[in-house]
């Protein structure tokens, strides 16, 4: 572990993905594995996840990461979802969560923004 692990920085990645499939986006077990993917390829340490599914569909998930969270809230009915994750320190790729990710999703396209934090 270097010193920049512990660094008072932070990268604040946001991101709607759009025109994804919309069954995946309404099954929880997909979901998990797919979060699960992305939080690994970014190089995070998944602590505990947490996950509402709501009626008549949509869900929520959220991951708590030794680096701090992501999350991810879905809406079936629009082919989208709103996805985010927080890590602090140097040593997290924002950009291999995303791309994990929106392939899971099968997104075809998305708008992404980065926060650097400190």
Do not use: W
């Not at 939080?39 to 009626?55: D, P, R, Y």
């Not at 030794?66 to 320190?89: K, R």
Request: charged fraction near 20%; glycine fraction near 6%; charge should be negative.
């Amino acid at each position: 572990m270097q010193d920049d692990d512990f660094a008072f920085v932070g990268r604040h990645f946001v991101a709607s993905y759009y025109d994804c499939d919309p069954e995946l986006l309404d099954h929880v077990k997909h979901l998990k594995e797919a979060l699960c993917k992305a939080i690994e390829g970014s190089g995070a340490s998944l602590l505990n996840m947490t996950v509402h599914k709501f009626a008549p569909h949509g869900v929520t998930l959220v991951a708590l990461l030794s680096e701090s969270h992501a999350s991810i809230h879905t809406y079936p009915e629009h082919g989208s979802c709103f996805v985010d994750l927080f890590t602090c320190g140097t040593s997290c790729s924002s950009e291999n969560f995303h791309k994990v990710l929106s392939e899971e999703l099968l997104a075809k396209s998305s708008k992404t923004m980065i926060l650097n934090r400190e």
